[in-house]
């Protein structure tokens, strides 16, 4: 697809305003209804609600009505993520210039590789559902947005852009990411699911699998 020039100076913009940003991780927010630890990813169920007749019961379903007090601070940290690397890795092939591609790697080091920021390579406490559940398969879908984060990598590696002891550590954490969702129920479910969520298991471990090498 060709890019206009418009995209192109946006994109460009863009990355060079995201050259000093700062990495944020899972670890840079907690929520205290998580049954995880901190390096844990952590999601809530956007319809469930606290009872108002029992508020320390269960919640329960407003179908259809987003509860704007869940915890969702991960979510927009793996999209902010996913995008300042995305941007980045665009601008350093629109341009050649490796500032670009540099910059990447304090992300991705932050996320995958430095003990007291990076998440854990899995998914067990996503859309989780305070009273009822810890986690759920469904929430799986909730890391489609490392797909962008895993293609960049690749892309990276294939300009020899990355540095090799980062490119190695990226990796292996998701080749434990790509055996967590193959073999843990949860991944398993949503690799059988017949509709949407079946559909970015499928593109999410096929991505994964590619980089790891697996």
């Not at 913009?13 to 952590?42: M, P, Q």
């Not at 259809?64 to 941007?87: C, E, K």
């Amino acid at each position: 697809m060709l890019v206009t020039d418009k995209e192109q100076q946006f994109i460009i913009k863009t990355a060079i305003e995201f050259l000093d940003s700062l990495a944020v991780t899972v670890t840079a927010t907690f929520c205290e209804r998580s049954a995880g630890e901190i390096h844990d990813f952590y999601s809530e169920g956007d319809y469930w609600w606290p009872d108002p007749q029992n508020p320390d019961e269960p919640y329960i379903q407003k179908d259809g009505q987003t509860n704007l007090a869940n915890f969702v601070a991960h979510r927009l940290a793996m999209i902010r993520f996913s995008r300042i690397v995305g941007m980045q890795t665009s601008a350093f092939l629109l341009t050649g210039d490796k500032k670009f591609a540099e910059a990447t790697q304090k992300h991705l080091e932050a996320w995958f590789i430095n003990p007291e920021t990076r998440m854990n390579p899995s998914l067990l406490y996503v859309q989780a559902i305070k009273g009822r559940f810890t986690g759920r398969g469904i929430g799986i879908i909730d890391a489609v947005h490392l797909i962008e984060v895993a293609r960049s990598v690749e892309i990276l590696e294939q300009n020899q852009a990355i540095s090799p002891e980062i490119l190695v550590d990226v990796k292996s954490w998701f080749c434990e990411l790509v055996n967590w969702l193959t073999t843990h129920p949860y991944g398993i479910d949503e690799m059988n699911a017949k509709n949407n969520h079946g559909t970015c298991w499928l593109m999410q471990t096929a991505i994964f699998t590619r980089l790891a090498g697996n």
